[in-house]
């Protein structure tokens, strides 16, 4: 599965191609220049059950830790993630 990055210093994306289209995206918003804010996470149905959200998510927090930026989950599905999983905290 190859999450792909769009990102336009504003406002970007992770998402997921299936057959050339969007299959799944994790949408963000930037919060000044060390913060993004996920506000929305969406999978298709082709893509349900093959854990396309957490590829995604996981992705972010590559992006998040490699650019020293924190990350506030305000996309339910990331903010559950999140609260499940305590490793990844640390760019909260």
């Not at 919060?31 to 969406?42: C, N, Y």
């Not at 999978?43 to 506030?72: C, D, N, T, Y």
Request: charged share 30%; proline share 1%.
């Amino acid at each position: 599965m190859n999450v792909q990055q769009k990102d336009d210093g504003k406002k970007g994306s992770f998402y997921i191609e299936e057959a050339g289209a969007v299959a799944a995206e994790m949408t963000y918003v930037w919060a000044g220049t060390d913060r993004i804010i996920i506000d929305h996470t969406e999978v298709s149905e082709v893509l349900k059950g093959k854990s396309a959200g957490k590829q995604m998510l996981l992705k972010a927090l590559a992006f998040a830790r490699e650019k020293k930026i924190k990350i506030v989950p305000l996309c339910q599905f990331a903010r559950s993630v999140f609260d499940k999983v305590a490793e990844i905290r640390d760019v909260l």
